[in-house]
C-alpha cells in the first residue's frame, strides 16, 4: 500500500475519494492530579532540595530545578472555565473539572470560557425575497461545547460566530419577504416563530464546525429602509383599509339578507323587486358609510 493510500480518506461531492481531508478536533479529558496531594508531595521535594544543597549540592541543585518545574504545573480551573493543554504543540486534552490540579509543567495550559454569552448583531441593510431593501439585526445566545473544535479547527472563535450570524442573517431575510400581504406564505413580520426557528437552525449549521451550540437566536430589529419607509407604511394603511371595508360590507350584506328574509317569512309587508332594490341601497349606504347618515321619515303613500 502506497502513503497516499494509508492517510485518511472521505468520499468527495462527486463520489469520488479525497485523501487528507480537515479532520476535526475531538475533545478529551486531560490528565491532572489533585492539586493537595500535589502540593504535599512539592513540600516534601523542596525540603530534600534544602537539605540536598546542604550536603551534596549537585543533587540539591537538580532537586531545585524538579521542584521549580514541578511548581509550574499547578494550575485552578475556575467555575463554568476549561483548561486546554497542548504538550509540544500536540493536543493533550481539556480540563472542565474545577479545582485545584497539577499536570505536567511542560504542557501549555489556555483558558476558554462554557458560560452562556450573548452576541448582539449590527443593523444589516439587506434585501428581503421581493427585494425591498431592509434593516435587520439579531441576538444570539450561544456557548462553547467543544473546546478542541473551538480552539484549534478555527482562528478565532468569537469573531467566527460573529461572521457567521451576519451571513446566516443575510442568508434569511433573503427568504422571506419582509411582509405577506396575501397570507399564503411566512413572512419576516407575520411569522417571528418560525423565522426565530429557521435562523437557530442555520446558526447550529454554520458554528458546529467550531464546536459552539446556539441556545437561543431571535431578531431584534426589523424594519424598512429609510428611503422606502413612508411608501411602504402607505401601502400598509391601504392594505388595513381594504381589509376593513371588506370585513364591513360582508357583515352589511349579510345583515340585509337578514332583514329581507324576515320580512318576507313574517309577512309583515310585501316588496316588489324595485322597492327590495331600492331597502337594499339604503341599507348598506347606511351600514357601510363612515359618518352617521339622517334618516328621511316618508309621512305619505310609500307608492
Do not use: C
Not at 258 to 276: C, F, H, P
Request: no cysteine; aromatic share 8%; charged share 20%.
Amino acid at each position: 500500500m502506497s502513503e497516499l493510500e494509508k492517510l485518511p480518506q472521505t468520499v468527495g461531492p462527486e463520489g469520488g475519494v479525497s485523501p487528507n481531508p480537515a479532520v476535526a478536533s475531538v475533545e478529551r479529558r486531560a490528565f491532572g492530579l489533585p492539586g493537595v496531594p500535589a502540593v504535599l508531595l512539592w513540600l516534601a521535594m523542596a525540603a530534600a532540595t534544602v537539605v540536598a544543597l546542604a550536603t551534596t549540592p549537585l543533587l540539591g541543585v537538580l532537586l531545585g530545578i524538579l521542584t521549580f518545574l514541578g511548581l509550574i504545573g499547578f494550575f485552578v480551573v475556575q467555575p463554568n472555565q476549561a483548561k486546554v493543554l497542548t504538550l509540544f504543540g500536540r493536543y493533550v486534552g481539556t480540563e472542565r473539572r474545577n479545582g485545584f490540579y497539577w499536570t505536567n509543567p511542560f504542557t501549555v495550559r489556555k483558558n476558554v470560557s462554557l458560560r452562556i454569552r450573548n452576541f448582539n448583531s449590527e443593523r444589516l441593510k439587506v434585501n428581503d425575497q421581493m427585494g425591498n431593501p431592509i434593516e435587520i439585526a439579531a441576538v444570539i445566545v450561544w456557548r462553547v461545547v467543544d473546546t478542541a473544535r473551538a480552539v484549534f479547527d478555527v482562528e478565532d472563535y468569537q469573531g467566527f460566530v460573529a461572521i457567521q450570524a451576519e451571513t446566516a442573517l443575510r442568508h434569511l431575510a433573503a427568504q422571506y419577504p419582509y411582509d405577506e400581504y396575501e397570507g399564503q406564505s411566512f413572512s419576516l413580520r407575520g411569522n417571528p416563530e418560525e423565522v426565530a426557528e429557521a435562523l437557530g437552525r442555520e446558526l447550529a449549521a454554520r458554528l458546529r464546525h467550531a464546536g459552539v451550540e446556539v441556545l437561543e437566536a431571535r431578531l431584534s430589529h426589523l424594519a424598512y429602509a429609510p428611503e422606502i419607509a413612508g411608501a411602504m407604511l402607505q401601502r400598509q394603511q391601504a392594505s388595513a383599509i381594504i381589509a376593513a371595508r371588506q370585513q364591513i360590507v360582508q357583515g352589511a350584506v349579510g345583515m340585509v339578507q337578514m332583514a329581507l328574509q324576515q320580512l318576507s317569512e313574517q309577512d309583515i309587508v310585501q316588496l316588489d323587486e324595485e322597492r327590495k332594490a331600492q331597502m337594499v341601497s339604503n341599507l348598506l349606504v347606511v351600514l357601510t358609510s363612515e359618518r352617521g347618515t339622517q334618516p328621511v321619515v316618508n309621512a305619505g303613500s310609500l307608492y
